[in-house]
């Protein structure tokens, strides 16, 4: 399957007409994609074009990274009359450096289709993005983010937790929680046995390292969230009877990138660690008086592509997510 | 019969599971495959193990236990199966260091189905692997063997102590492959054995087009949407065609397939659970029994074929040799374990009626052969011809409406429907609108065997047929296998491999002023 790109001015009519001659598409969704990071540009394209490849969708790139020609591109199906192709994708991208944000809202009013959801993947960083940000919001039905896209400490989960206080009724995703999900299966694993769930509510201390802080803070977040603590400090919870659980994050590896994790009962320890010869495999055991011999699972490597998939595939608010972003956002302070 | 469907407790009363997919976590179990060493364990039931591993859908305990007769021991087991997964799998050749995790958790019972000593052995082997590797005491036995032994491994298992009455400690079912017996009387006479000593909660009778995605869909596209349910009846379906086409001939089952034919092998289960989904009302719930509820009202109302019309309603071919894609084929009688003078039956095509007040008068025709032009699974819904041609003056060529279920090679919904062809005259030609999973989605459907294993696993009988489905149905076909069992067809063989199927199949649609989609 080949597609067809051309060039064109970046006025709305010039992108329309562009458009108006490809033959009839069906589109599941709208794809808006904001940029205005230089080094992560390419990156996002190209996951970006992954998706599109895969879904019949209208997919939007507003690029602010400075980095393109003052130009848009369509790429769209081909037009041979005698193509069978007849469900494909459109993708527009769009150099948007210097334009204000009514000229932006018009884009994404002009341009997306009608009657399909909406998502915008917001990958801004620049403090000036955040008039287009807002302006965006009543447009879209879902907003996905990625806390720890570009960086390691926990400034990604701070705006976010913010936002989200401030806007509940925006439906997110945060591609930085939906990579956590092999690991929350392991960590429940180990409770799945009805005569080890007393353990879950004797849990004194949690461990985590890893590439950065989302990961970790969602973790922990998401533990007290489902187990009824209280964050009392950055490092530490309290349970439901009122005693103290440690937490530790240890800032170690690649980013975006859980290493271990490690929650110590009263009677045991239940380790959870990537192993040396295999990034993908995790070495579970436990030792104590439950102990286990070391299993090994899969880590199920999910590529960023199909994270976005998943995440604009999942309809409406999730709310396991949003319990634990909030729950993140006590031990934030 | 005990009827436990799961561990107390177990997986959902975590509260780390909450929010968590739990139905891809089964209770901790042990699974044996009966058959073990066996065709289908290689290409289809270890790969299937092996890739619902990598899904994190077994849970952390569990047994993998093959039975066979052949004398091997664990680590041989275990060679054939890595080799099986590395040929077979969809996910590629299997790597350590998770392969060498999972071979720990498969181990290998040699034994013949009549000795009473080779099940207490696997007994042995099931409550050291409860201990060792935490599998609960639940146990799944699937049956992957010749149907003939079906009935005697149930007795075995029973008489060994490891049928569900015995086991306090967890749940026990069984899942046996088709057929299920070969004809209406061998299909209870198996029942009633089977019911012995298995309650009917507990078994899972397989039939794996049932774990296809797009048949799946059918029940998406009926009950999902508001647009088709209201047309979805006889004002406006004219008539529905099943089509189960193949291009491949019995491959190395001549054996089998001479003794069971195109009317066993595909009519009886696959295609008439087809007819069951699309045909069947709305089930008051999504639950398995609501659903096999419904799917078995409609086959009790599908009307018993009179053995006078037998032949005016049905009809059967054999093909003879031909070429598919250019490449030369023999013919059937050629066929490696087939008879020369064999009068069983490649092709099959059949008519039925159901009375109801949703289809009375609308006929269903079911088709189903080997060695056709093309593989195509499908169900098409052909609506009913407009009322009054407002454009008929140009001669155009009006087609009916058809909605078209693509279960495979190709996965999607196609619509034809008329439309304006661009000019300054109303010229109305026919147009597709196709929906294809593939792009659709951009998801690749896991194997049928996946599913309905974890299904069987997590105690999900929803894809599985329930017994009053399987006896209604060879209620339905036994007039016609009757029929053809006691009658030699002396045109035989009557359509070449890589054709449409025979001419006879052609004149039964054509009394009706219809003709069968192209294949």
Partial sequence: ?333 | VATTTATPGGVSANPLRKGLAVDRIADPCNVVFFGATGDLMKRMLMPAMWNLRLEDILPANYGIVGFSRADDDDDKFRDQMKKAVDEFSRTGPAKDPLWSDFTKHLSYVSGTFDDTNCFHKLRERLEKNDEELGTGGNRLFYLSTPPSVFAQIVDQLDAAGLGPRDNAKGWTRIIIEKPFGTDLDSARALQAEVSKVFDEKLIYRIDHYLGKEPVQDIMALRFANIIFEPIWNRRYVDSVQITAAETVGVELRGGYYDNAGALRDMIQNHVMNLLALVAMEPPVASDADSIRDEKFKVLRAVRPIDRLRVTLDTARGQYDAGSIAGKPVPGYREEPDVRPDSNTETYAAVKLWIDNWRWADVPFYLRTGKRLAHKNSEIAIRFRSLPHRLFGDYGDNFDNNVLVMKIQPEEGISLRFNAKVPGPKMHIRSVSMDFNYGTGFGVVSAPAYERLIGDAMRGDATLFTRWDAVETAWQIVMPVLDRWLNTVDESFPNYSAGSQGPPSADRMIAMDDREWRKI
């Fill in chain 1, 1 to 333: 399957m080949s597609l067809e790109s051309s060039t064109v001015s970046t006025s709305l009519e010039a992108i329309r007409a562009e458009l108006s001659g490809t033959k009839l598409s069906t589109s599941t969704l709208n794809f808006v994609v904001w940029i205005d990071d230089p080094a992560r540009r390419d990156w996002i394209v190209e996951r970006t074009g992954m998706l599109s490849e895969k879904h019949p969708s209208f997919t939007l790139i507003l690029d602010n990274s400075g980095s393109c020609a003052g130009a848009a591109t369509v790429t769209t199906s081909p037009r041979d009359p005698n193509s069978t192709i007849t469900v494909d994708s459109e993708r527009v991208e769009i150099d948007v450096c210097g334009k204000d944000t009514a000229t932006l809202v018009g884009y994404v009013t002009g341009l997306t289709k009608t009657n399909v959801p909406t998502v915008l993947w917001w990958s801004g960083i620049n403090e000036n993005s955040r008039e287009t940000f807002y302006a965006m919001l009543p447009l879209i039905t879902t907003l996905l983010v990625d806390s720890s896209g570009g960086t390691r400490d926990d400034t990604g989960l701070r705006m976010l937790a913010a936002f989200h206080a401030e806007h509940p009724e925006v439906a997110l995703r945060d591609l930085a929680w939906m990579r956590l999900r092999p690991w929350q299966d392991m960590i429940a694993n180990f409770f799945d046995d009805p005569n080890l769930l007393g353990e879950l509510f004797s849990i004194r201390a949690l461990q985590i390292a890893s590439g950065s802080d989302s990961e970790a803070l969602y973790l922990g977040g998401w533990l007290a969230s489902r187990l009824g603590w209280t964050a009392t400090a950055q490092d530490t919870f309290t349970d439901r009877a009122g005693k103290t659980i440690t937490f530790e994050h240890k800032r170690v590896g690649d980013i975006r990138r859980v290493l271990s994790v490690c929650l110590d009962s009263e009677t045991s320890w239940y380790h959870g660690e990537v192993t040396e010869d295999d990034d993908a495999v995790v070495r579970v055991w436990v030792e104590g008086e439950h102990a286990r011999e070391p299993q090994l699972f899969p880590l199920q490597a999910i590529d960023n592509a199909s994270l976005l998939e998943r995440a604009v595939l999942e309809p409406g608010t999730d709310e396991l997510f949003e319990t634990a972003l909030r729950s993140a956002a006590t031990l934030l302070g």
